[in-house]
């Protein structure tokens, strides 16, 4: 293969990981990550956090933690606590 084919790869996520031996799908993490930060009103968040996650600056193996951070502090997001994640 050429070096200058395999140097360029685009690396992509394709899963988050929660242990090292079981993750989620992206369309999982980010079912998830809406969730716990209570955004399911805003308007295509679907879309805002795929295009978000396209410029992702790590490379996999990605873990859950890092990967939530990372967008918190991209988006300015924050957790809900899971106890009033119910609460509108």
Known sequence: ????FTNNQVVR???VYLTKTEHYQLDSFIGQYIK????????HINDILSS????YPGKPPVMVNELNAWIDKT???????PDFLSLE
């Open 36 to 43: 716990t930060r209570n955004l399911q009103t805003i308007p």
């Open 52 to 55: 978000t996650l396209e410029d």
């Open 75 to 81: 988006l300015g997001y924050r957790a809900a606590h």
């Open 13 to 15: 996520l394709a899963c």
């Open 1 to 4: 293969m050429r070096d200058d």
